[in-house]
């Protein structure tokens, strides 16, 4: 049968008629961590909600109840296909927000079991291909051509300016697309993401894209990951070999870009974080540690459920039951953080990446990403201030992240360093060597590495006693 049309909502609580907690609904974005909040103090660790189209799930708010879930695919399955309300008859209409996020593909997201290790396999074998200093060299190529455009002109917003372009203008470079591609993907991804009326469309967008790339490599390899996935003795096939591509560019650009931004909100508007960080207490690594236990890229992960009756959090959970892994609820949850005001450096026990066998495979390259592009920044734009007051900023909600809409900021305007196109700076451009390179290819020449962070904490001092 076709899903039901959505009741109208409770104006005042966004309640659906069972009463459960709308999380597409008004308060849930306005202030989704106000709402978590709620929902642990009324039901526990473990609340019952409702989705868009009103479909219902559990979402976990407890730390140990997401390692829970996340560690255990035997009772808690990847596999979307396990849904009960699929094999029931509900349909999700092609235009449905969340049809990206629960179609079954070949992918890691969707299975679990020897067809799961098989594709990890494959994945992080790749990804650790990847010489971190020539990823480090594009990030840095990449951002300094971003800051080159607005530079001279003393204001920017650094959300559309800066960290919605650079993680997916590198991660384009590493899975083997053309340059021109990355800023239209960059508006797909997103938009398929963030589950708005056209992500159908651009989810379309993204695959046809991905499908011509893998084409592309089948005649001509190179020194990328979609090469080294079509090489891989997992033998994928070219639907698999798809699959991840997109996978990976999708988790590159999502959880990095948000990443970028909220940290650069802190250096320009937390005190604490700045004395901080001015004060040589804390390196750039250990600020995006803080950053990933308080602003999660990803609020929530959708896509768990039950593979049988089992009890979790003190509730119920029925076999087949859809879960969502609450993130930001589980960073903040009173049992392990009794105190938020205390730092947590050094701490990688955040939930930010997920945990378990589907844990984030390529979240050292997100940190590299974010560390190199915001040292850049930062380097490059020594007097950077906030230009609006801190209230004045807003996200945009959805169900499964918050989005600074803007950062808007001033600096004094500069002359453009005139990168070319295949440039960093001064010296050759070198693309991202491989560690151990195929059998008859001679491994590229490693690229050198990037300045190191000695000169940034001075001017980070200077700004910082200035303000």
């Not at 660790?45 to 559990?58: C, M, S, T």
């Not at 800023?183 to 011509?212: C, F, H, N, W």
């Not at 087949?320 to 953080?337: F, Q, S, T, Y």
Request: glycine residues 8%; hydrophobic residues 40%; proline residues 9%.
């Amino acid at each position: 049968m076709n899903m039901p049309s959505p009741p109208p909502e409770c104006p005042a609580h966004g309640l659906g008629p069972d009463g459960r907690q709308r999380l597409h609904g008004p308060e849930a974005r306005r202030d989704p961590m106000a709402l978590y909040e709620k929902l642990r103090a009324e039901h526990g660790p473990v609340a019952p909600v409702l989705v868009h189209g009103d479909l219902p799930a559990w979402l976990v708010l407890g730390h140990n109840e997401n390692l829970e879930v996340a560690r255990n695919p035997s009772r808690f399955s990847r596999d979307p296909r396990t849904w009960r309300a699929a094999r029931e008859g509900t349909v999700i209409p092609a235009d449905h927000p969340l049809g990206p996020m629960v179609t079954w593909w070949p992918v890691i997201n969707f299975n679990d079991g020897p067809v799961f290790e098989r594709l990890r396999g494959a994945v992080l074998d790749s990804l650790q291909r990847f010489d971190r200093r020539g990823v480090r060299r594009y990030v840095t190529r990449f951002a300094h051509q971003l800051i080159d455009g607005f530079v001279a002109q003393g204001r920017a917003d650094l959300v559309a300016d800066f960290s919605s372009q650079l993680p997916m203008l590198v991660a384009t470079q590493l899975v083997g697309a053309p340059e021109e591609h990355g800023p239209k993907l960059v508006r797909a991804v997103r938009d398929m993401i963030q589950g708005t009326e056209s992500a159908l469309a651009s989810d379309e967008y993204v695959t046809t894209t991905l499908y011509q790339l893998v084409e592309n490599k089948k005649a001509a390899r190179g020194h990328d990951l979609t090469s080294w996935l079509l090489d891989h003795h997992a033998d994928l096939t070219d639907v698999e070999v798809l699959a991840h591509v997109r996978v990976v560019l999708v988790a590159a650009y999502e959880t990095t870009a948000n990443l970028i931004a909220n940290t650069l909100r802190m250096v320009l508007t937390d005190h604490r974080f700045r004395a901080s960080l001015s004060g040589g207490r804390m390196t750039l690594p250990d600020a995006l540690e803080q950053v990933l236990w308080d602003q999660p890229p990803l609020n929530t992960i959708l896509g768990r459920w039950a593979t049988a009756d089992t009890v979790l959090g003190g509730q119920q959970i029925k076999g087949g039951d859809m879960l969502l892994l609450g993130l930001v609820a589980g960073n903040v949850d009173p049992e392990i953080r009794p105190d938020l005001s205390q730092p947590v450096h050094g701490n990688r026990s955040h939930l930010a990446f997920s945990a378990g066998p589907h844990e984030c495979p390529g979240q050292d390259i997100g940190r590299a990403i974010a560390d190199t592009g915001i040292e850049a920044l930062l380097s490059r734009l020594p007097d950077i201030e906030l230009s609006v007051d801190d209230s004045a900023l807003k996200r945009r909600g959805t169900l499964m992240s918050q989005h600074l809409e803007e950062l808007p900021v001033t600096f004094t305007p500069q002359r453009p360093v005139g990168v070319p196109a295949g440039g960093t700076g001064p010296g050759p451009e070198q693309p991202p060597a491989a560690s151990h390179a195929p059998d008859g290819v001679p491994a590229a020449a490693r690229p050198r590495s990037p300045a190191g962070l000695q000169n940034l904490w001075p001017w980070l001092g200077r700004l910082f006693r200035r303000r």
